[in-house]
């Protein structure tokens, strides 16, 4: 059954339709019966996917909507937004990885009758899955009582209630969960005593169309005892006044809630058609697309944090039982974490929605012991009483709203009470309150939280007492923000003051890619792993110039307590030394001696041509040539060619996360054109980059080579003229219509001899720019000789 409900944007049509949005727009104009516009604005106007749906296959235009094309437009359409939607398919999604026959006989009935059902149905799975447990030490500290689990809010509200509904498991006096108007609860067995019910609480999701919601289950109550004595009683967090002396501050609450039944009720195409998605590809990589999705259709909503510095983070932080992320986003950290037997993961987010679907990811990736909340980690921690053993972060940089005013007694300021711009130095602390003795701490931090002057106090009691370990400073594009070199800090919380505290500092900045692709990521993880490891193994491991050095912490207790390893690093002489300046340098002269023999010769004049055209778009209707649009890293890991690597013509640097949509490869002989950027440029791929994934943003060309011949396809495409009627122009960028660019119609030996002329064009291109780079690196480093004493100035 399909939703009205949900909305689709003329683009969506587009990507259901396999057309531009050009062709929506003409559909819309020339066709009387057209869907009209439910929503949106009037120059951004959205329609009824059922009604667009129904159009385009009267019309013969759409045989059957691709599955995942159809799930995620019911996603991006829905009434309550798409991160309640997501919510929602996570929760259904869980359910069926943990309880698939559950699902099965939910959904076998009308939508008002999934949704009557199924808010009983998640309670127990999501009960059993993020539920209060009893709390376990780690190294040896206090362990995470009731307070630390999903459903111990005190005054928050309840699951599956309304929003002035009670809170849930915390306590004798609380209103139950799953409890009828009567004296007898839902789920409870004849007899027995109400678990988690109360005589005078109103029933939880008594939905009025379904007064009886799961009324027959033989199995006992959720969190009950066999005696029918309640469970998970103890204290809630942050039910008191006051926490970390904040009486305003609004108490975390745990996460995901159970919907209720009218909140499910929007959403049941959208469940439907997640599980037919989960039927396909599997309830984890279902949501994971859906997720990803998401991520990429809003990328300016979200600080993601790159899952090669994930990793990285995970390792340094080492083998961990129970982890905490205090920011967790969604959820990158903690599912970089090698997964081992009885492991607890704990995450909290201010943004509840966030904190929701880390939890659901969470879940339906291992079967670690999961526990979400959602409040400010630093006014209402979750878990005031936990100590983990590894906690990982990357906290909001440069926040002066984090609490100064209220938390100025906080206890958990023990190397001292942060400045109001110290806001990163507030999460150091926090992280280091929340580890058992030897537990260890890893934050992604702004390098400026190693230099500012506001800070050095903290900084030097971190270092005095053994609590700061190494400081790793990142190439630039590591992580957003891309322009700047972040930092990793390496803690440990001290159980024992150290006799001569040593600090490791990295430098990882050489590993820097050309283009906008990233960093080489195994050389920086090999390198950082390796001092890291040397480092834990030896004390003082062999210093590498210009890499990585033991510093003993005296040498940094100055005035400043600078911790920015480029600060304390020996440069690396050798690398720019005289012997490898004279090698650039006979490569250089090598090189422009080439570039004078593919010098251009004099242009003969000729008079102006007028061909017959063509366009892409119609060589593509005609079977002359593929198009094909990149973006997707399927599951094999290869190379990506991004962007910015077919503007500098570069070897392919970029990444991609995983999907289940295969990547597209390129093969020799392609023509790959970016459509962002307003540059007129076209690349024929050669042998050394067949086989690496297109990126974002890129349109590859697959011309049959019987009708077309590559390089003249791309010879043609740089024309500037060309580019210009083919582009369109916004406030902020020009974007490329690879469709509407033009070719004259000629005989194919006529292309080859155009052809010829635009590759050695292209070879002199390649020359100079790699003339370019050779002179820089040659500069740069007499620069670099000269200043440091490597190099004689004469």
């Known amino acids: 059954m399909q939703d009205n409900a949900t909305e689709v944007t003329a683009a969506g049509i587009a990507r259901l339709a396999g ?74 999604l869980l359910l069926i990885h943990e309880r698939p026959t559950v699902w099965l006989d939910a959904s076998a009935g009308s939508d008002a009758r999934l949704a009557a059902i199924l808010p009983g149905a998640l309670e127990q799975v999501l009960t059993a899955r993020f539920g209060s447990v009893p709390g376990r030490a780690g190294r040896g500290g206090r362990g995470v009582g009731a307070g630390a ?204 929605d966030l904190a929701a679907l880390t939890a659901l990811r969470l879940a339906l990736h291992s079967r670690a012991g999961v526990r979400g909340a959602a409040g400010d980690t630093l006014r209402a921690d979750a878990y005031p009483e936990l100590r983990a053993d590894a906690v990982l972060c990357h906290p909001p940089f440069n926040e002066r709203n984090w609490g100064h005013d209220e938390l100025a007694y906080d206890p958990r300021w023990e190397y001292g009470f942060p400045a109001r711009s110290e806001s990163e130095l507030a999460w150091v602390q926090h992280a280091l309150a929340r580890l058992a003795d030897g537990g260890s701490a890893v934050l992604l931090m702004p390098p400026a939280a190693a230099s500012r002057r506001s800070g050095r106090r903290i900084r030097a009691d971190l270092l005095r007492r053994g609590a700061l370990r190494a400081v790793v400073a990142l190439p630039v594009g590591a992580a957003p923000p891309y322009n700047i070199p972040l930092h990793v800090w390496v803690l440990r919380r001290p159980d024992r003051t150290p006799a001569s505290p040593e600090v490791l500092l990295v430098d990882t900045g050489r590993f820097a890619g050309e283009g906008r692709g990233g960093p080489d990521w195994p050389a920086v993880r090999e390198a950082v792993l390796d001092a890291w490891r040397a480092f834990e193994r030896e004390g003082r491991p062999a210093e590498r110039p210009g890499l990585a050095r033991s510093v003993p912490v005296i040498e940094l207790l100055d ?122 440029v076209a690349r024929v791929i050669d042998e050394a980059t067949g086989g690496a994934a297109l990126g974002r943003n890129l349109v590859l060309l697959r011309p049959d080579r019987t009708a077309l011949d590559p390089w003249f396809l791309a010879g043609f495409l740089r024309g500037t003229a060309n580019n210009r009627q083919a582009s369109s122009y916004a406030s902020t960028a020009t974007r490329l219509d690879v469709r509407r660019l033009q070719l004259p119609r000629l005989s194919l030996d006529e292309q080859r001899r155009y052809g010829a002329r635009f590759r050695a064009l292209d070879e002199f291109e390649r020359a100079l720019r790699h003339a370019s780079r050779l002179g820089e690196q040659l500069v740069r480093g007499m620069y670099d000789g000269l200043t440091d004493g490597t190099v004689a100035p004469d």
């Open 19 to 92: 057309v531009g949005r050009a062709a929506v727009s003409n559909w819309r104009r020339r066709h009387a019966d057209f869907p009209k516009p439910v929503g949106g604005t009037e120059t951004s106007p959205s329609f009824a996917l059922a009604e667009v749906e129904a159009w385009l296959r009267k019309q013969g235009k759409l045989a059957e909507v691709p599955l995942r094309e159809r799930v995620w437009q019911q996603l991006a359409g829905h009434p309550e937004g798409p991160l309640t939607a997501l919510v929602h398919a996570g929760c259904a």
């Open 559 to 680: 005035d400043d307590v600078d911790l920015a390893p480029a600060r304390h690093l020996p440069p690396a002489a050798v690398a720019d030394g005289a012997e490898q300046l004279t090698v650039v340098r006979e490569r250089l002269g090598t090189t422009l001696r080439l570039t004078g023999e593919l010098t251009p010769p004099p242009a003969a004049p000729a008079p102006g041509a007028r061909w017959p055209l063509t366009t892409i778009g119609e060589l593509a209707r005609g079977g002359a040539l593929v198009m094909r649009t990149g973006g997707n890293g399927g599951h094999a890991r290869v190379p990506v060619l991004t962007d910015h690597d077919v503007l500098a013509g570069t070897a392919p640097s970029g990444t991609l996360p995983e999907s289940e949509e295969e990547a597209v490869l390129t093969e020799p002989g392609d023509v790959v054109v970016p459509v962002l950027g307003g540059g007129s």
């Open 149 to 352: 689990g999903v459903n111990t809010s005190g005054g928050a509200e309840g699951v599956n209630g309304a929003s002035a509904g009670p809170g849930v498991n915390v306590g004798g006096r609380a209103p139950g969960v799953n409890a009828s108007p009567g004296p007898s609860g839902v789920n409870a067995g004849p007899g027995a005593s109400g678990v988690n019910s109360d005589s005078v609480a109103p029933g939880v999701n008594p939905d009025r169309m379904a007064p009886d919601v799961n009324p027959a289950l033989p199995t006992p109550a959720v969190n009950s005892s066999l005696t029918g004595q309640p469970v998970n009683t103890l204290p809630a967090v942050h039910n008191t006044p006051a926490i970390h002396g904040t009486p305003t501050s609004t108490p975390a609450t745990p996460t995901p809630r159970t919907p209720t039944g009218p909140q499910l009720l929007p959403s049941a195409p959208l469940l439907r058609g997640a599980a037919e998605l989960a039927a396909e590809i599997g309830a984890r990589q279902a949501f994971e697309f859906l997720l990803g999705r998401h991520l990429d259709a809003n990328p300016r909503q979200y600080t993601l944090t790159p899952a090669e510095l994930a990793g990285l983070m995970a390792d340094l932080a080492g083998p961990a039982r129970t982890v905490l992320d205090p920011a967790c986003g969604t959820g990158a950290l903690l599912r970089a974490v090698d997964t081992r037997p009885g492991q607890e993961l704990y995450a909290q987010d201010s943004a509840p």
